[in-house]
């Protein structure tokens, strides 16, 4: 940065990797609409800039312009950027997409999409008014397809948002998918993997593959199931699933039996489908979606369909029948440790402020603090943990959940406000940012909401259990969580380590965990890698026990290595486990003289979440610091 450029924001020059084949590669703010000259948020007074690498080994900031700019590590992950107002404040923060930055090629040009922190910026318009079109996030961006016009026609129209422009571009629809009477009514999207889209449903009752790289549809569509308005989601790269929904579209409106069977689908030959659960009799799920709630303790992945009715089905893939659950307020949204937070009544009815939490396997909502009473609100769950509550009646409400401190706080958003947002579309973009469409009346509009740069890539977040700091901690099963006193005291009933919190943020191969911890009885364990409830490394240390680091497998435990025995007096102190490379370290004292309790190789590993848990039936913790680091 040499000055500030018409937009408002920056032009960077970095560095990418080392050595004579270095490449210079250009970090650039994405345009966005401005109002009478000015950029979003009316600020102007802009004094200084900071660029944050994130790498493997912990996060590089570099204020800008440098007297001398050395390289930025050939591993960064991805690249952030905070720019500093009058007064030190954060006038605009932004991150890129993940990238692999030793590969760019020379003179690349890295789009970021920049906004006030915790605050909206309105993109450019959609290609076409749309009141509820079908979403879903497709590589770096968002397709959108279909949804009704103002006088309540079907559109068989597509657009992607495309983030390195901060514009919607028309998507080309095949000729056999277009049905002028029912437009895309019925369909469902569904992102796969690889970070394409999967179209099913609708009139045309097909199947094509919407591809990001090239922004179109890449093949010929395939005739498929005779289903619409279901709920999908890809348990992997191989298989798609589908169950609910009905037979048929008509009129723009479901049609037919309600369909209540489950399949699994292979991708390479959908011929081939092995047959899943089955709802209920008297199920009728229509326009629901499904959440992954990852590999539980009993070795199993198991899935959560919901919708607005109250009801919920949780099933594996393997199952019969599905396990029906009641009582479940309408929004949902995935927690950290495969727990699903629930609230609001549906649209258009009296809101109560009933909101809850599900345990991964619970049987019945546990009850929160009572959310805000707004008619329309959508959930979103963020990078760092929390969840954002968006639109709603009355104006303008944006609002977060804070696990660690199980309270909602309303936020007055910073930036150019939408206005009214009644049942918008909400879609979190790779980069961090909320994509917020239109409602329930015919817009155009979209905006970005900025929330913290916390994230997976995030290379240190220290968290408090008072929520001070902005690090989040989620007890997956409330029941095991005593906030009395402002205190942060998980209790735990069996030796099942369900009594745990995780930290928000971070996703982790390699790193470590620090806690000071009291605990009151049995012991503590530390956690890394969890992919899963039933998926982890576990570093146990409980007094009168050698320390010990088992790995959880599907529900399966096994000790890796076993160490000297623990003291009752050594858990008064630091505890840490750090995993380098393929070998992992679980200490207890202060980093400067730590002793040693237990050390082995447990080889490579999936990045997870890492956290705490009371460890032995009885056990009582009471969190006190935790931070989480990245360590090579």
Known sequence: MHGVNPRGWVLIALIAGCGEDASRVKLEPVALPVADGLPCGKQIAKTALRVVAYTPAGELRRSVPPTDIDAFPEDTEQLGAEVIGSGGS???????????????ADGTSIPILMAPPDGFCPVYPMMSPRVAPAVARAGNGVLVVGGTDGSGKQLATAEWFDPSTAKFVPVAVPTNLVDETNGFAGVVLTELPDGTVALTGTSSHAYVVFDPATRAFVDTPTVFDHRAFHAAIAPDAKHLFLIGGCADVVGGACNGPNLRTGFTYDLADLAKRDLGPVLPDTASRIGAHMLDLGIQRDGVRRFLLAGDTGQADRFALADSATETLTGLPAQTALLDGGAVLAAFEPDGTTQTGGAGVLAPDGTALAPIA???????????????????????DPLGNVARYLPTTNTWSTIQ????????????????????NVLVLGGRTPSDHAWIYRPSLVGARTGSIFALPDGSTEGVLTAPDPATLSRTGGRFVLTATTDDLSARALVGGPRMATGSITAIARVIAGGVALIARQTGPGEMLVGRLVPGEPARIDRVLGGTTTTLCSGTQVDAGELTQ?????ISGDSATLTVGPAEASTTKVSCTVGAGERGAWGLAAAGTGAQVDVGPVTVARVR
Request: proline share 10%.
């Open 90 to 104: 954060l006038v605009a923060i932004g991150k890129t997409a993940p990238l692999a930055f030793d590969d760019l």
């Open 370 to 392: 009572p959310a805000p009473k707004l008619d329309g609100a959508r959930l979103v769950s963020l990078e760092d943990g929390s969840v954002l509550a968006i639109g709603g």
């Open 413 to 432: 958003p910073a930036g150019d406000l939408p206005g009214q947002l009644d049942a918008p579309i909400t879609v979190r973009l790779a980069d961090g």
């Open 574 to 578: 630091q505890v840490a486990l750090t």
